[in-house]
T-cell receptor, first 113, second 114 residues
């Protein structure tokens, strides 16, 4: 059940800080995603990334940036945190282009004070 | 961009009843429609999906139907059980490069009373 893992599980920080959330998948998948789920449970894609292309949801502020040190990891960096960034962030991954089943990580609950 | 509407926002049923959740989408380019179940405090998990070249798909007690012309799709759960209680999300996905980019509905909270 740890196929897609995220750290930390909870993150509490002050406005204006810079923070990172890490995501790792051991499924051998080549596409990874970041999603944001707000307090009303609305789920929105932020990024889709494989080693060839990064697709960015145009509504995502440029304070958010994905960084992939290798195929198994996609970390999310957030600069100058704002109150509205408080949410649960989910990482997900999928294999190849012939399947679209995405596997989600357990989520990181970010609280900005 | 794509817009997905999902109804109802809350659905309360008795154990053994059927439950139906409906979604509509706006972009005719969407061609992949997954449904996710999210239990309280847990991650979303894919329960069933359908592609635009298929009208219906079943998996035991769960079925999904798609009407491309009308741009709507539905999730049907039969013989509901208390463990079906969760939030269900539909999504309409457009292929971009090697990935399907989903737009989610706002979710339906299903409550199954024993």
């Amino acid at each position: 059940d740890t196929a897609v893992s995220q750290t930390p599980k909870y993150l509490v920080t002050q406005m204006g800080n810079d923070k990172s959330i890490k995501c790792e998948q051991n499924l051998g998948h080549d596409t990874m995603y970041w999603y944001k789920q707000d307090s009303k449970k609305f789920l929105k894609i932020m990024f889709s990334y494989n080693n060839k292309e990064l697709i960015i949801n145009e509504t995502v502020p440029n304070r958010f940036s994905p960084k992939s040190p290798d195929k198994a990891h996609l970390n999310l960096h957030i600069n100058s945190l704002e109150l509205g960034d408080s949410a649960v962030y989910f990482c997900a991954s999928k294999l190849g282009t012939n399947t679209d089943t995405q596997y989600f990580g357990p989520g990181t609950r970010l609280t900005v004070l | 961009g794509e817009n997905v509407e999902q109804h109802p926002s809350t659905l309360s049923v008795q154990e053994g009843d059927s439950a139906v959740i409906k979604c509509t989408y706006s972009d005719s380019a969407s061609n992949y429609f997954p449904w996710y179940k999210q239990e309280l405090g847990k991650r979303p998990q894919l329960i069933i999906d359908i592609r635009s070249n298929v009208g219906e798909k079943k998996d035991q007690r769960i079925a999904v139907t798609l009407n491309k012309t009308a741009k709507h799709f539905s999730l049907h759960i039969t013989e509901t059980q208390p463990e079906d209680s969760a939030v269900y999300f539909c999504a309409a996905s457009i292929k971009s490069g090697g990935s399907y980019i989903p737009t989610f509905g706002r979710g339906t909270s299903l409550i199954v009373h024993p």
